[in-house]
């Protein structure tokens, strides 16, 4: 039986970044696409379940069939992975997402949180991002990011992931030739500069944009943001468990109690 | 200057558990409330950044001011942050939760995220949720859970939190008494049963609910769905960092090139 990969993305099921995945991953597999039917961006790890979700067939601009979803990239990924579509889904593929998720973007990133709703169901997830800054027109080649994604997905098939672990990759804006390798990194930190901008409608009552200049990251040797920098592929594997094993200690000498002992 | 505690959930301003905390909270500080105006559950870490969002004055059922946001939880922790509310915040809360927060459960959560938004933003938060199995016609007694997070908050005030660390509570349903005393605790394992479940509108045409069965967890001794299983309260301490440190060597082993460089 041949090798099943569910495709989504948070741009939208017409985005071009998933167009040129789901062409390089066809060498990889059978696959599925199933993506929201707009933009889900920043979005976060959203289980849908106060409303009901539709799924309707629709083509890709190269004319392959895909499904389209009025629910985020989580919702098509769990629906995916309940059986809307079959066979069975080896692999879960995300992007590709024309900036980069690095640092703390990971809980908010619709791309991200798609590879996590994976490995919560216990299927490897792999999130692809292209650090292309600025919007080229509208013109990004995604070239690189598509074959460096369509290798990785080669790897997965044939060694799989560890129980529990996805993979956050993210792509440097460079020609294949250009860039000087792949590298395993660890999620570096992430400086926001949102600001609350205020504004006034027509009436005059307020209201507020969270705004404020693109955020930034600190480029520590080993980092996510350090591998971009270096003109590296950065490939972050993160896990699902978030516990602070490292506090434990710190926190156990509170010796806490409950109100009513002391 | 006073302490000033920024209030959140995310099952809307006007919910019984909000106003449980903000009582109890007011004997560690000011506390200010800013929620959304409607349910949040499951719907992750959002920033709202495609649409502005709208704060405006309300008042809790007991006649105390407090904001109302039509946006995520999370968002309305940014805003707080951001400048909103004055003076500057010191230690975001969120909650209380009328059910668990568990194992995988916390990057879909807003409670938990409205909490990781704080530490994003380098303030302490913790979240609190109440693990009341029923429904009980409405009327659930948020009373030790307040007072448990009253205690916390208490302390958090002296110590503070570790850089980067959040907190995730869970208070089983017991009275103060009953409660066997305070565990700090790892994420365990959530089992999910999740199904897809078809329907069809009144034009033949097919929907979709993501339904099935109740999540349960796997208690393993030190987790916090061991902890409620044992009566205690769980303290979960959280981190922004999700790097699998543990599988960096055998991907390493995989020795991943870019392929032009094969």
Known sequence: MSFHILLTNDDGVHAPGLLALAKSLADVGQVTVLAPDRNWSASGHVKTMHRPLRAWSTRL????EAL????????CVAMGLLGLVSPQVDLVVSGINPSANLGHDVTYSGTVTAAMEAAIAGIPGIAVSLDSHADHNGQVDYGAAAE???????RVKVDGLPEGIF??????????G???????TRQGLRVYRDAL???????????YWIGGGAPSGIAE?????????????SITPLQLDLTAS???ASLDAWRLDIPSHD
């Open 61 to 64: 601009t190269d004319g392959s």
């Open 221 to 233: 040797p080993g980092t996510d943001f350090w591998a971009l920098q270096e003109g590296l592929v």
């Open 197 to 207: 901008v205020e504004r006034r409608d027509p009436r005059g009552r307020p209201y």
């Open 148 to 154: 460096i994604a369509r290798q990785l997905a080669d």
């Open 68 to 75: 389209a979803c009025d629910g985020a990239p989580s919702d």
């Open 246 to 248: 490292g506090e434990m």
């Open 167 to 176: 993979l956050n990759v993210n792509v440097p804006y460079l020609d294949l």
């Open 178 to 184: 250009e860039i000087a390798g792949i590298s395993l």
